[in-house]
């Protein structure tokens, strides 16, 4: 059978059994067609395709186009034979053996040791809900919770009677993980309980942060808005929960810690996914070296005198 003819029926299939949306399906289709084009024109049938006819034509991809675009164009090719296979039109995938790009994954960006603890002291006219920001910016930083972690948190989930301390978080998938939390944090957890948490907690859901319009927990645009609107008027820009995040992990392995300890603390179930912290280390550490170790300054010296 004809790859063209198949691809009318791939395309049914994404659209109707799969459910996706005519971009994403506009967009396989054009790949498709571009790689019959490109190989061997539209008229070929299916068992025409070889192993390395695909493996030179994915070998040209990665000299123009971006590792992204590459997986895109793959995913789009590997699919439709794949589902040439499942119908029967060919034995195997001449796609199969062929590896996605690798993709470097962007570093994620922190806040200064200054600027948090600029945010950590922010203060307006407004005790209590002063408290739920500082208490919630606290917990943030001090322990790398995902803000859906930490407005899903219960009054009960800060065990103070533990030692150390401990904050009981359920992470993604259900997981359970306890992240110890520094005296000075049970210190104003406690204060915020009795000053601030029943004042807002108009509703009694016993949520450590809770909404002051329902039942629920105060709610992701609402935590983001309020740690924004603080960051502003500090003039620091481009704060985001999830970018204070990023802070606990990089100030920690700064300041020498494990890893793997930074992982359970995170909740990440890879170590690989935390493993892009330490990319951004050793980075400043290499320029480090360059800058300011005696010995490279020596030798650029030693350089300049030959010149």
């Not at 948090?116 to 209590?128: R, T, W």
């Not at 645009?221 to 999830?242: C, F, M, Q, R, T």
């Amino acid at each position: 059978m004809k790859a063209i003819e198949v691809l009318d029926a791939y395309l049914a299939f994404l659209s109707f059994r799969k459910g996706l949306s005519a971009h994403t399906v506009e967009a396989y289709q054009s790949d498709v067609i571009k790689f019959l084009e490109q190989t061997a024109g539209d008229n070929k049938s299916l068992s025409y395709f070889t192993k390395d006819m695909c493996f030179h034509y994915v070998s040209a991809l990665r000299a123009q186009v971006a590792a992204s675009s590459q997986n895109r164009k793959l995913t789009a090719l590997k699919g439709f034979f794949a589902y040439a296979v499942e119908q029967g039109h060919i034995k195997l995938s001449p796609f199969a053996d062929i590896e996605s790009a690798k993709q470097i994954k962007p570093v994620p960006k922190s806040l200064s040791k200054t600027q948090v603890e600029a945010l950590l002291n922010y203060s307006s006219d407004n005790k209590v809900t002063d408290l739920r920001l500082k208490l919630l910016l606290n917990l943030l930083y001090a322990t790398g919770l995902r803000i859906s972690e930490a407005l899903s948190l219960k009054v009960g989930d800060i065990d103070i009677y533990a030692k150390p301390a401990l904050l009981r978080i359920k992470g993604k998938g259900q997981r359970i993980r306890e992240v110890p939390i520094a005296e000075s944090t049970v210190n104003l957890a406690q204060i915020y309980l009795s000053e601030a948490q029943p004042k807002l907690d108009k509703k009694g859901s016993l949520y450590l942060f809770p909404s002051t319009k329902g039942a629920g927990p105060l709610t992701r645009n609402a935590a983001y808005k309020l740690i924004k609107d603080a960051a502003d008027s500090l003039g620091i820009e481009n704060v985001s929960p999830h970018k204070l995040r990023h802070s606990f992990a990089t100030h920690l392995l700064e300041n020498g810690a494990d890893l793997h300890a930074v992982q359970l603390m995170l909740g990440h179930k890879s170590i690989q996914t935390t493993e892009i912290y330490t990319h951004h280390l050793q980075k400043e550490l290499t320029e480090a070296l360059f800058e300011k170790h005696p010995l490279m300054q020596e030798k650029m010296h030693l350089n300049d005198e030959k010149e």
